[in-house]
């Protein structure tokens, strides 16, 4: 008798224990983004990209949790100018690690399925840079991949749902950091992207 006394304690014991733990999973993820380029200088703009990116995330937390990813982006914008003395296009391509942390906060709670927020600071890391321009003779601030900056900060925020094993995410990536090496020429990149992943456990 004394002995399941024993075994019941420890056994309630471990439950209680194994409460205190906060929810963890972790999983691959895939996605689609749409990316342009910001610059101060008001005769340039951008066109949109349309690319992919794929990696991983991991979730530590139930109701308010951090939410670390790994992610491979391609990033970039098509500059165009309204100067006369720039003609031509510019296309910057930017693949990149980009590493996100984040906090998320479950607003509907349900048993199969829940509505999230989520936002925080994300560090790219440049894996190659590429560059091309329409009209060769044109002169652009940024002549160069040199020109460009290896790593940047941002600011991601957005939504998402999980339903059973999968998370759907929608989020918005603001630059926050001057891409540009080129004295008094600011170049930042923004992204809107969709993600899909699969919660292993």
Not at 7 to 26: D, E, K, S, Y
Not at 58 to 72: C, S, T
Not at 194 to 200: A, R, T, Y
Request: proline share 4%.
């Amino acid at each position: 008798m004394r002995k399941q006394i024993i075994l019941l304690l420890a056994l309630g014991l471990n439950g209680t224990i194994f409460a205190q733990l906060p929810a963890f999973c972790i999983g691959p993820k895939i996605g689609y983004n749409t990316s342009d380029l910001s610059s101060d200088v008001s005769t340039i703009s951008s066109d949109l990209k349309s690319n992919f990116q794929f990696g991983a995330f991991a979730r530590f937390g139930d109701k308010i949790y951090l939410q670390p990813e790994v992610n491979y982006v391609i990033k970039g914008g098509v500059l165009k100018s309204s100067d006369i003395t720039i003609t031509g296009n510019q296309e910057i391509t930017l693949k990149t690690l980009t590493i996100p942390l984040l906090v998320g906060v479950k607003i509907i709670n349900l048993k199969v399925a829940s509505i999230h927020l989520v936002g925080g600071p994300a560090a790219s890391f440049a894996i190659n840079k590429e560059l091309s321009i329409t009209d060769p003779d044109s002169t652009w601030p940024i002549n160069s991949t040199d020109d460009i900056k290896n790593s940047s900060w941002s600011l991601q925020a957005g939504a998402g749902i999980d339903v059973l094993m999968f998370t759907f995410d929608i989020r918005y990536e603001a630059g926050l950091s001057n891409m540009s090496k080129v004295p008094d020429f600011s170049l930042k990149n923004n992204l809107f992207n969709v993600s899909l992943g699969l919660k292993l456990f």
